[in-house]
């Protein structure tokens, strides 16, 4: 998309481009630091969370917000507005408190065909009938938040944003469209089963709108599901086409001005 794409992590990725240039090694802030020197933006996407799949924790963001600032780097930070109120209001200001650029996402809970932990806790959450939650619910597919992620690469913008789909999903119509979906029991829950969002600067100030319906990221993610049973990794990574009709393209990008993204 016009980018020169370099990453950062602890250890390979299976699904990983092969064409994406990886360091792997800690999150020191000599590494970071280095990379950081010879980017446009990062993106921060290790989980601060400890416990899940990929997690440099809370630690690991410290170092990165202090290597971006020290390099004047753009920075952007999804954020899960479902989890801990404490621990994501904490990775959020943090963040937001940089002396440098930032953006901080708050996302809708994650559906879709992604074999990620938080993709398998957002259905672990819809099929969950003990936290008496029916009602409505936003969610963000993860092919929005790619789109949005690239989008956001050619902005300048700052602060937060709120990133959920327009419509919403009740958790019953949610729980009939992933049917017979195999949980495994114990599997933990988000803790805020009803965030809520604001989108019109989403809308009006990032001229951005998410592509799919919650019900048909629901779908889809029922889709990856169809004969595995749910654990602690995740929806099971599948490759399965994407819908082409309502859903609107990735934006158009310009050519590779700049410096690096990371």
Known sequence: AGHQVVG???????????GVEVAYGPLSAEA?????????TVIHLSPVEHGVAESAG??????????AAR???RLLLPVHSAGDRELYAQAAELVSSSWGPTVVVRMAPLIGRLGDWAVGRTVATLMNTEHGTSGPIRLLHVDDLC????????SDRTGTVDLAS????TYVSARRRLGETRVRRGLPI???TDPEF??????RDWGFECGWAPLDAVADAALALAGHRLDDAGVPAVTVAAPTVGVPAAPEVGGADGRDAL
């Open 166 to 169: 327009t419509d919403t999903v």
């Open 8 to 18: 950062i992590g602890q250890r390979p990725h299976a699904g990983l481009d092969p």
């Open 71 to 73: 390099s004047g780097t």
């Open 32 to 40: 970071l630091g280095a990379l950081t020197d010879a980017a446009d």
């Open 190 to 192: 988000w803790p805020v």
């Open 147 to 154: 789109r949005f992620l690239a989008h956001a690469v050619f």
């Open 198 to 203: 604001r989108l019109v600067p989403l809308h």
């Open 58 to 67: 809370i630690m690991g963001l410290v170092h990165m917000a202090n290597a």
